[in-house]
């Protein structure tokens, strides 16, 4: 009997499970725009954000070299997830610094994953790529947050520019990566023509924003 085929939508959740009982604190965004990519998982840590590609038996490396570029200029970590087709030969397909989490069925038929590597820095991840997924009243967040002034006239590329050369790494991107925990997209809006209204611009017309997936936790770590 051949054994049963593992899909993307039979990893996704038991998935997130997986990675709450391993990082603790956590917070999942899932179909985030990568780049020229679209990453099937981003995960934010308190001191981390991770790219997580999800490869399951009914997929191939036919679109994986260009995403493992992309994920490499955005996330300080990546991990790919195989289903146990692709855990023999996974290694020659992605960098040394990245994790692999295999994935089978367990005896009960549920999916059980295991860290065939962990995670290591990502030397190539560009700063001014991983500071653009705040948005800029988070950016204003930060500014505040460090005493910098509000730069009302200048764009969202160059507060983002101002928080880098002024505030060091080891200040920023925890600060960052809070934001993201903290943030809200029911009110997202209300917030952006808050600010376009104290800069003396129209409102944006009310529309609805993508409400991705997040899974926000609280534990210690």
């Not at 692709?86 to 610094?97: L, N, S």
């Amino acid at each position: 009997m051949a054994e049963k085929k593992l899909y993307d939508r039979d990893i996704r959740e038991p998935l997130f499970d997986f990675l709450e009982e391993k990082f603790g604190k956590m917070r999942i965004f899932e179909e985030k725009r990568t780049g020229k990519a679209r990453a099937d998982v981003v995960m934010v840590t308190p001191t981390d954000l991770y790219g997580i590609e999800i490869k399951s038996d009914a997929d191939t490396y036919v679109r994986l070299a260009g995403q493992v570029e992309e994920y490499n200029k955005h996330y300080d970590k990546n991990f790919i997830v195989v289903g146990t087709s692709h855990a023999i030969h996974i290694k020659e397909h992605v960098p040394e610094f990245w994790g692999i989490i295999t994935v089978e069925l367990d005896e009960e038929g549920a999916p059980d994953f295991y860290m065939l590597r962990e995670a290591g820095k990502n030397p190539e991840v560009d700063p001014k790529l991983k500071i653009a997924f705040l948005w800029r009243p988070e950016l204003n967040n930060l500014l505040a947050k460090n005493m910098l002034p509000k730069y009302r006239s200048k764009s969202k590329s160059a507060i983002q520019d101002v928080l880098l050369e002024c505030v060091q790494d080891e200040l920023l991107w925890p600060q960052v990566y809070e934001e993201l925990f903290e943030r809200d997209y029911t009110t997202i809006t209300q917030k952006i023509n808050e600010y376009r209204e104290s800069i003396g611009q129209k409102k944006r017309r009310r529309r609805s924003f993508k409400r991705i997936t997040a899974k926000k936790t609280t534990k210690k770590i």
